[in-house]
């Protein structure tokens, strides 16, 4: 079994043609999976998809940033492979969308040009979260048709009589019997030994790094939380509102389905201090969701699939985007009563923030001030692909849970208790 | 510019110290309510005024609208005790506000949801407002209906003295520039909602008004009426006005967190509105088909079981928690029980019944049966007000008739209590792990599933049809009595500051 990575591919967009491309997003926007540009849909492995514009800007300098076309994929297996999948399933679409940025070549001879020129606009993501990792499409699917045909199993049969062992023993029959669902017999295959591998190394080195130049990292650590503290003490916020037109084009795009796609931008704070900060802090979440928080759930928010953090521009901006399950006021409300101090952590450093004390405190328990910060920096992710619209992350799990009772014995209570899963 | 001069500190730290404590500082001491300045619906539901009648109006005349304002709020009630006699309550929309004169700029001081209002393509997308309870249908606040502008609610002891209240107030609007462009009447009060269930039981109580045995179902006074801290310890944005504006200084209360403005907010509180209409036929038929005999024959203690599993309560109000196998009248009003410890897996209530899911008291994230839970909990709670409409179907009768509930809930923050309640609790089908299962009395699926766990398998029923759909709504904005006599006292020329 394949881990999951994040493709991040971010080009500059031609101003003269920022109108054409979303025009032409907005055309492949019915139908994310499957539209004849860029189908994420045929895109094996891709459990999540987005194309959104990041408008153009000005720095807290005054100087120009400009706008750019960001591709986000959440994949199985490497984001090169999958890179790679999608130059040659796409194909011609890849000329479709990113002819619009400045520097695409201009007559694409093929395949090797296209993925040349994504490959060249790759952009870091130092921290990416994963809801389980090793969970691959294909698996997430089948175990939601598992669940299907369990259901419709016990519902077509007569057990009132029955114990909770013997009602395990006919559904054990059943998959056996059946074909289609054999392969839930078998636990999932793990993830590959060379990818844990690499995660041990990571796991240990970075801890050890930190130990081995402990006497200047620590101090300077402490000098670098000082200096914040100083500078949050003189930074103004502002609680203003997100308009109305602005909420409305936000919107007209959410809660269609089990879960919806959230992109936000932001200009970090001037000065050497939030850069530092940022710079600390990114690879450090980036280590937490790679090591700590590897099982359905993000320091216990249970509702992400997927999230991401991606500095931009010289780290002048920052961007958030993942995929979370229900409406945004109970991502936000879960933002605010089980993480404030992680979104604090990031958020903090951009411009505009509600104020914090010592990077964690404050922030995003500042309920209302929070939410219309969000909301005022979300973007609208005009493109966007899941590929089990219809499943929550408890969904997932629980099915997964429900497929892992298959192996073993299990005691009646125990059998009651995985029953209980249908 | 990173770096700042060390004799700077102190003197940023006391300037950020106010500044925090101004706006933002978390306020933990419960505050004394203004009652008088509240407008009683916030305080009761008028148990000893059985008759009332919702009169929907649009302002024709501001000016001559004022006037009828200006006379009307010293009939309306407030907090202070309640007349025996009758009582009077004034609410309006946004679009009512502008029209009557409240500055632009004030206006926009309101929450988003309220401006917007409830219909639209996300929102009645959000709110489940599909299909047949889509707003082009809707008799009354949806866009193929004229413009709403004020909710005057009146209340009576008996029907002939509704009619002489609706007669008197009918003739001092209809004379001073507003028309009625919908009426709703409502049936007599009665314990019972249409499908047979004692309703309203559990309220929560506002902290710095009522008493409650427990912190339960106590919630601090800012989740209702503005202008005082909610359950964060903070202040819900309200809606201000310069103080240049005349008749500001003379009548609003400055504003609590600190700016020089006045508050046109406090005291007031949003009135969310929602005409349910109930299809007791569907619910009766449903049941019976899901529980009857082998044999074809009527299974009546199955019916009443599974109605009872998909309500959380018995007929008499008697909650599965504590009455799990049979009803029990003497149980009728239980109301201090929670889910997690008695019953995590939902084996004595299943997890998608009605109650479990409009208010899931301890069973949820972050941390199932402890106080964390609830104090989320108690961010997600709304007051409710509403009376039925239509007659009584009796078991076997012809149904010639619409019937229902005018839903009323109170609230200081639409999108966190009513929507949210609406859509993540009720609607959602993946409520808390649940799987393709809506609220099975008011959930917007057209083939809805509700099941109840057992052993040594959950009774499951699928293919349930819609037994609520929406017929009208509105959100509205229930001041308090001061702003009301300030919006009575509002100028042409306010609009311009």
Not at chain 1, 393 to 418: D, P, T
Not at chain 2, 191 to 211: C, L, N
Request: proline share 7%; net charge neutral; charged share 20%.
């Amino acid at each position: 079994m394949a881990h999951q990575e994040a493709l991040t591919v971010v080009c500059p967009v031609d101003a003269t043609k920022a109108d054409a491309l979303q025009a032409c997003l907005e055309g492949m926007r019915p139908d994310p999976g499957h539209n004849a540009t860029l189908p994420f849909g045929l895109l094996p492995g891709c459990h999540f998809g987005r194309l959104l514009i990041l408008p153009a800007t000005q720095d807290l300098q005054g100087q120009t940033l400009d706008a750019h076309l960001v591709m986000l994929i959440d994949c199985d297996g490497s984001a090169q492979d999958m890179l790679e999948k999608l130059v040659a399933t796409a194909g011609a679409g890849i000329d479709a969308v990113f002819g619009h940025c400045r520097d695409y070549p201009r007559s694409p001879a093929g395949a090797a040009e296209r993925l040349a020129y994504l490959q060249g606009h790759r952009a870091p993501t130092p921290a990416n979260y994963v809801h389980r990792p090793g969970r691959t499409v294909e698996q997430i699917r089948n175990e939601a048709k598992l669940r299907d045909a369990l259901q419709a199993f016990v519902d077509a049969n007569d057990f009132s009589s029955s114990t909770a062992q013997d009602v395990r023993r006919r559904i054990l029959d059943f998959v056996a019997r059946e074909a289609s669902l054999q392969w839930a017999l078998q636990p999932p295959p793990s993830i590959g030994i060379a990818r844990r591998a690499l995660d041990l190394v990571d796991l240990v080195a970075r801890p050890l790094g930190v130990v081995a130049f402990g006497p200047v990292v620590l101090p300077a650590a402490a000098l670098l939380m000082l200096l914040v503290r100083l500078q949050e003490m003189r930074d103004r916020s502002e609680h203003l509102r997100p308009s109305p037109e602005h909420v409305r084009r936000l919107s007209e795009l959410e809660d269609f389905v089990a879960h919806n796609g959230f992109t936000a931008a932001g200009l970090v704070k001037r000065g050497w201090v939030r850069q530092a900060v940022l710079a600390t802090v990114l690879p450090l979440i980036g280590w937490g969701t790679r090591h700590l928080f590897t099982r359905d759930s993000l320091a216990g928010v249970k509702s992400i699939h997927f999230a991401r953090w991606i500095p931009l521009e010289g780290g002048r901006r920052v961007v958030f985007a993942s995929n979370y399950d229900g409406s945004l006021e109970s991502y936000n409300n879960d933002f605010i009563d089980l993480v404030s101090w992680g979104l604090n952590l990031v958020f903090s450093n951009g411009e505009g923030y509600p104020p914090t004390r010592w990077l964690l405190f404050g922030g995003a328990t500042y309920e209302q001030e929070f939410k219309d910060f969000l909301r005022r920096h979300q973007l609208p992710t005009t493109v966007w692909y899941s590929a089990y619209p219809h499943l929550s992350a408890v969904n997932i799990e629980r099915n997964a849970k429900l497929r892992a009772g298959l192996q073993g014995e299990m005691s009646e209570e125990e059998a009651q208790r995985w029953l209980r899963l249908l | 510019m990173a770096t700042i001069a060390l004799r700077d500190v102190p003197a940023l730290l006391r300037r950020k110290h106010q500044e925090i404590r101004r706006r933002l500082q978390p306020v933990r001491q419960p505050s004394q309510i203004e009652s008088e300045d509240v407008q009683g619906l916030v305080f009761r539901g008028y148990g000893g005024l059985p008759h009332c009648r919702y009169v929907l109006l649009q302002v024709r005349d501001a000016a001559e609208a004022r006037h009828w304002l200006a006379a009307l709020v010293e009939r309306i009630s407030r907090g202070t005790p309640a007349s025996r006699e009758q009582a009077i309550h004034l609410a309006f929309t946004y679009r009512g506000l502008l029209a009557l004169g409240l500055p632009a700029k004030t206006a926009q001081g309101f929450s988003a949801e309220f401006i917007a209002g409830m219909v639209g393509p996300h929102r009645s997308r959000f709110l489940g407002d599909v299909g047949e309870s889509d707003p082009k249908h809707w008799s009354w606040g949806g866009p193929n209906n004229p413009a709403l502008h004020a909710l005057l609610i009146l209340y009576a002891p008996s029907e002939a003295k509704l009619r002489a209240l609706y007669e008197a107030e009918r003739e001092a609007w209809s004379r001073e520039g507003l028309v009625d462009v919908h009426t709703l009447h409502t049936s007599p009060l009665s314990e019972r909602e249409h499908f047979g269930f004692v309703d309203g039981i559990s309220q929560p109580a506002i902290e710095g008004y009522h008493k409650a045995p427990s912190g339960l179902h106590l919630v601090r006074a800012g989740e209702f009426v503005l202008g005082y801290p909610n359950e964060y310890g903070l202040y819900t944005a309200r809606p201000l006005v310069d103080s240049s504006v005349p008749a500001a200084a003379a009548h609003l209360p400055s504003d609590i967190a600190g700016s020089t403005q006045r508050d046109f907010g406090r005291n007031g509180t949003y009135l969310v509105m929602r005409q349910l209409r109930q299809d007791v036929v569907a619910f009766r038929a449903t049941l019976e088909r899901l529980t009857q005999n082998p044999d074809g024959s009527s299974n009546p203690e199955e019916k009443a079981r599974l109605a009872a599993q998909m309500v959380g309560r018995w007929p008499s109000g008697a909650p599965l928690i504590t009455s799990p196998w049979q009803d029990d009248a003497g149980k009728a009003k239980d109301n201090e029980f929670r889910y997690h410890h008695e019953d995590p897996e939902g084996l004595l209530c299943p997890i998608g019944a009605h109650v479990r899911r409009a208010n899931p008291r301890d069973a949820l994230a972050p941390e199932p049966g402890t106080e964390k839970s609830l104090a989320v909990n108690r961010r997600h709670r709304i007051l409710r007000r509403g009376r039925l409409y239509g007659s009584e179907l009796p078991e076997g009768a012809v149904d010639d008739a619409e019937r229902g509930l005018i839903f009323v809930a109170l609230n200081a923050n639409i999108v966190r209590q009513f929507e949210f309640i609406q859509h993540s609790w009720l609607m959602d089908p993946r409520f808390n792990g649940l799987y393709g299962a809506s609220d099975p009395i008011t959930g917007g699926l057209d083939d809805n599933a509700f099941s109840a766990p057992g052993n040594p398998l959950r009774a499951r029923c699928t293919g349930l049809p819609r037994f609520v759909s929406v017929a009208g709504g509105a959100y509205f904005f229930m001041p308090g009595i001061r702003a009301l006599r300030f919006l009575s006292e509002l100028s042409p020329s306010s609009q311009e500051s």
